[in-house]
């Protein structure tokens, strides 16, 4: 006979399994420190090409002007500001992505707590069968 | 009402029987429409430029995730700018790979905002965009609709200024450089559109998550009153050039959309609204329940006709 909360529990499980469970169970197999800091490492190196990208395009926007004056700009200096806007870029965007992962990293905990849960108690109908 | 109520539940019924279909058709639809707006726009490599190719990707993009649509049509933006003119396609490209980089890193569920947004402007509808994500989505939307506001507006320089980009010769690469970087970046418009819209989605979820009657639809006509004010003071402030009547028009319009929508996804009885108090340990809860407007679907009933001895209706 079929047990019809049974049914509806596997249904609850397996749909959760094909959307958010997928990612969250991949989540979850991290520590905390390790996601987070995975995450985080992947956005500096996303910050870094972004950066390298505009820092190319402002070079190119007055290339000409760029060329003349390079000889007569103190390169030392030049090269301290473009680092300093590079560390306040990179530390600005590596923390929104640390407060993002870190609350994506509780939400799946939370909710991949309660889907083993939920399999503990289908375990425990099929046991109690 | 009562038909309209009907519909819907008929409709709920069948996108569930034939979800399978319709999820992959829509996608399709959008994936189709996107891409033959792209070559109606831009056009200048006539190896895209052709309905077989354009069915071939809308096709895989049906059965891809949503977000292939959008790289698909990034990919297809830059082949034919790579075709009209190397800066254009430099200059677009790096803006993409800033939104790939920065942004879409994230992976937010809303990227087909990003291509929605442009083809709502093509079809003079934009201002629907704002409320409806408003409506749905989460304050960090506003930054998808900005992005996809930025690819209209990219476009549309590209579009404007054909004749220009192309009077230059290949020595003026710099100046073409400095000239295409210039347009897209002091696009005033652009600019106000983006204000316009982020406030509009930001007041529009607000309202629509507070705890009163008709949450919904005062968020609507805030929304579209704030959006066209808005684009009004930008338009004085920053002399946009914005037709008055096109976006007083639209947004009426936009507002007519939304309120289909809101039909299909919050459709709620207030008259019938309960309100209960109760506490545990930790806790005092005030909970609001309003209850959905729903009808029961009319049971068909089919006569069987099979002469004079047999008469008998069958359900």
Redesign the interface.
């Known amino acids: 006979m079929l047990n019809e909360e049974r049914v509806i529990l596997m249904t609850k499980l397996a749909s959760y399994e094909a959307s958010d469970g997928k990612r969250n169970v991949a989540i979850g197999s991290y520590f905390r420190v390790d996601y987070i800091g995975w995450q985080v490492l992947k956005s500096i190196i996303s910050a870094t090409i972004a950066f390298v990208v505009v820092f190319a395009m402002y070079i190119f926007y007055d290339f000409e002007i760029f060329m003349m004056d390079i000889y007569k700009m103190d390169l030392l200096e030049f090269g301290k500001s473009v680092l300093k806007t590079y560390a306040v870029v990179i530390i600005t965007y590596a923390l929104i992505s640390y407060v993002v992962y870190a609350y994506r990293y509780s939400k799946a905990r939370k909710s991949l707590r309660l889907y083993y849960m939920n399999l503990r108690k289908l375990s425990g109908m099929y046991s109690n069968k | 009402m009562t038909t309209l109520l009907v519909a819907k539940q008929y409709m709920k019924l069948f996108y569930s029987k034939y979800e399978i279909y319709i999820t992959p058709f829509l996608k399709f639809l959008l994936a189709f429409t996107a891409l033959r707006l792209i070559n109606s726009r831009l056009g200048y490599m006539a190896a895209v430029n052709r309905l077989p190719i354009v069915l071939i990707v809308a096709l895989m993009c049906s059965f891809m995730p949503t977000n292939f649509i959008v790289i698909m049509a990034a990919l297809f933006i830059l082949l034919h700018l790579y075709a009209f003119s190397l800066e254009c396609t430099?200059?677009i490209g790096?803006a993409f790979?800033?939104m790939f980089?920065?942004y879409f890193?994230?992976s937010p569920k809303d990227t087909a905002v990003v291509v929605l947004t442009p083809v709502c402007f093509v079809l003079k509808i934009p201002y629907v965009i704002p409320i409806s994500m408003g409506l749905i989505g989460t304050p960090t939307s506003a930054v998808s609709v900005a992005c996809g506001i930025i690819v209209y507006y990219m476009i549309h320089y590209v579009n404007v200024n054909v004749s220009l980009l192309r009077g230059m010769t290949e020595e003026e690469t710099?100046a073409k450089?400095?000239i295409v970087?210039d347009g897209i970046l002091n696009n005033k418009e652009m600019v106000v559109t983006i204000a316009a819209f982020a406030v509009t989605l930001i007041l529009v979820y607000i309202i629509r998550r507070l705890s009163i009657d008709y949450a919904w639809t005062i968020a609507m006509a805030a929304g579209a009153f704030v959006n066209v004010m808005v684009i009004l003071i930008g338009d004085l402030m920053f002399d946009t050039n914005v037709s008055i009547l096109g976006t007083v028009i639209g947004t009426v319009v936009s507002l007519l959309l939304t309120g289909i929508l809101q039909f299909f996804v919050f459709h709620v009885d207030y008259s019938r609204t309960e309100k209960v108090q109760f506490e545990d340990d930790e806790y005092y809860y005030y909970v609001k329940a309003v209850p959905k407007v729903t009808v029961t679907r009319p049971e068909k009933q089919v006569k069987q006709i099979a002469g004079q001895k047999n008469n008998r209706s069958i359900r």
Do not use: D, S
Request: aromatic share 16%; charged share 15%; proline share 0%.
């Open positions: 430099i200059v790096a790979l800033l980089l920065l890193r994230f710099a450089f400095k970087i």
